[in-house]
Each structure stands twice: as structure tokens, then as C-alpha cells.
């Protein structure tokens, strides 16, 4: 096992999809729930955040606004955003395992799993696509599977064998650029955010927290790619994407991986929340701009670093 481990890494990192994450947002101070975990960009490449990426250690589900629910392991995340005819999977974990462990946590949630009517995959990498097919077989055989067909043609994964590959799903529902996938009182808007992979998508999710409204975004994938070109494309998505978090005045920033902008803190910081005081997943608007910052400054340090090659 530990042997398998090894050589999965070996080939991620041939694969040159290190994520080079960790986003300061100046987010609330580090408790007990993070250790040691990256804080900025410098502190999350390589080994550390191979680290936390194959950390599979499962997380106490946790509802954070009124209709959306944060599960998963340290490893990543699925989102669960509840409307008023059903459920919304956004992501699907690794495996099996994970997608067994989601339909536990939705339960012990008050949810039931079998109300998903669509699992959203933001791209075609195995940590975010791998338990979808298993999670609808299993749990949710009314939910419908959806992905960019650039990335779920499957010939955007790199590298194709190795750490992410997963179990593909069969897609139902293809997704595009600037859609809004409705469900419901709920519409999710879809942005086409190449570079990550070429497919990637990102999502703006609408949520309430005790009522009041606020806009969420979940930028669909973190490192940065392998390639000069590539990133060329990913700096120009975060200008693209940039464009509809503003005119959704997206206040809210998530990651499905929790271990790369203090998801963990701020989860803890939730369970000891009293009345009245800040949610800390709504950071404004003003830091929203910043966090987008953070992917602009590491794409340009991708470009410079293979123009120098
Ligand atoms: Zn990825």
C-alpha cells in the first residue's frame, strides 16, 4: 500500500500537475483544525501539497450556509447545495469509498442522498470525477451527471494513467460556458475556466446564511498547469471568471480543497459561531477580488518560469 502510494506520486509529479496552491486571504487565524497546513502559495507546492492532496482522512460533514453542505475528506471536498426539488452534488471525491462516505455524511446531515438529481463535475480529474459514477449506481440513481464535454472526452487528463485516473462516468448532461444549471429555486452559473484542464469549469452557487443572501464561487481547479501555454490560458480564465463574480457580487469563497485557503479553521471557526457574528466563509467582495489575486500572481509566476525553459 505504502509502495502504491510512492509510485502514485512519482507519477503525479511526472505528470507535472503539482498544485501549487495555498491562498492567503488573511482569513481568520489558524486553530488547532489546521496543524500544519499551508497558509500562502509559497508554503502549499510540492511535497506539502502532495501531503494534504492524498490525505484521505474523512471530515465531519458540516452544513455552512442554510442550503449548502461542505463533505469530504482533507483530500477534497463535495459541495451539497439543497434546493426546493432536490439536491446538487457539486464534485465527487476519489472513489468509492468516497462516494460511500458522502451518502453517510448527507445522511447524518438530514439529507438524503437519493433527492441528488444532478452531480457537477468541475473537471476531468479523478479526485473531483471518481465516486460520481458509484455515488449515482449506489445512492442517487435519480441524479444526472454533468461535465464539460472538453474534459469529459477524458483526453484532458494528464496524465492518463497514474494518480487521476478514476473510474470515469457516463456523462448525461453536458455542460457549458455561462450556463445555469436550475434546479428548483436554485440556479448554479457555470463559467468555462480553462487551465487547470482544458474543461475546467468553475461555478457561482447562490446561498442564504440565516436568510440573508450571499454569492459563493468555487473556482474549479487550483494548481496551476505543467505547460507555458496552458497557463497563458489559466491567467486569462481568472480574468474571464472575474467578469461574473463581479456582476454576481460573489462575497463567498470555497475551494474543494479545504487545505489550500483555511477551509478547516474556518469550519471549526462555524461549529463555535455565536449570534451575530461573522460567517467566515463570507469574506466580501473586496477580498473575494483579492483571492482571485492570489491564481493571476501564480499564473504569471507559471508563465515566467516556462518562458525561462
Ligand atoms: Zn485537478
Same mark, same amino acid.
Do not use: N
Given at each position: 500500500m505504502a509502495q502504491d502510494t510512492v509510485v502514485t506520486r512519482r507519477q503525479f509529479f511526472k505528470g507535472g500537475l503539482a498544485l501549487t496552491a495555498g491562498l492567503l486571504l488573511g482569513l481568520p487565524k489558524l486553530c488547532a483544525a489546521d496543524?500544519?497546513?499551508?497558509?500562502?502559495?509559497?508554503?502549499?507546492?510540492?511535497?506539502?501539497?502532495?501531503?494534504?492532496?492524498?490525505?484521505?482522512?474523512p471530515i465531519e460533514p458540516v452544513q455552512v450556509f442554510d442550503n449548502l453542505f461542505y463533505i469530504g475528506s482533507i483530500s477534497v471536498a463535495q459541495?451539497?447545495?439543497?434546493?426546493?426539488?432536490? %439536491?446538487? *452534488? =457539486?464534485?465527487?471525491?476519489? @472513489?468509492?469509498k468516497d462516494a460511500d462516505y458522502a451518502a453517510e455524511s448527507m445522511k447524518k446531515l438530514g439529507l438524503n442522498p437519493a433527492d441528488t438529481r444532478y452531480i457537477l463535475i468541475t473537471h476531468g480529474h479523478s479526485d473531483h470525477y471518481g465516486g460520481a459514477q458509484f455515488f449515482k449506481e449506489k445512492h442517487a440513481p435519480a441524479a444526472r451527471i454533468g461535465m464539460n464535454i472538453v474534459d469529459s472526452n477524458w483526453c484532458s487528463v494528464i496524465p492518463p494513467e497514474g494518480a487521476f485516473s478514476g473510474v470515469r462516468p457516463e456523462i448525461d448532461l453536458e455542460l457549458n460556458d455561462r450556463q445555469?444549471?436550475?434546479?428548483?429555486d436554485t440556479g448554479i452559473f457555470l463559467v468555462l475556466t480553462p487551465g487547470h484542464t482544458p474543461?475546467? %469549469?468553475? *461555478? =457561482?452557487?447562490?446561498?442564504? @446564511?440565516?436568510?440573508?443572501k450571499h454569492s459563493a464561487a468555487i473556482w474549479g481547479g487550483t494548481g496551476t498547469p505543467a505547460n507555458l501555454e496552458m497557463n497563458y490560458l489559466y491567467l486569462s480564465a481568472v480574468d474571464y471568471f472575474a467578469r461574473y463574480t463581479a456582476q454576481y457580487k460573489v462575497d463567498v469563497e470555497m475551494s474543494a480543497h479545504g487545505w489550500v485557503d483555511g477551509t478547516f479553521a474556518r469550519l471549526e471557526e462555524l461549529k463555535h459561531r455565536r449570534q451575530g457574528e461573522a460567517h467566515p466563509f463570507v469574506i466580501g467582495e473586496e477580498k473575494y477580488r483579492q483571492y482571485e489575486d492570489v491564481f493571476r500572481g501564480m499564473a504569471k509566476e507559471a508563465i515566467d518560469k516556462y518562458k525561462k525553459r
Open positions: 496543524g500544519g497546513m499551508p497558509r500562502s502559495p509559497e508554503e502549499a507546492k510540492g511535497e506539502t501539497a502532495m501531503h494534504y492532496l492524498f490525505d484521505r482522512t459541495f451539497v447545495v439543497r434546493t426546493s426539488e432536490g %439536491l446538487i *452534488m =457539486i464534485d465527487s471525491g476519489w @472513489d468509492e445555469t444549471v436550475t434546479l428548483g474543461g475546467c %469549469l468553475s *461555478m =457561482i452557487v447562490p446561498v442564504t @446564511d440565516h436568510g440573508q
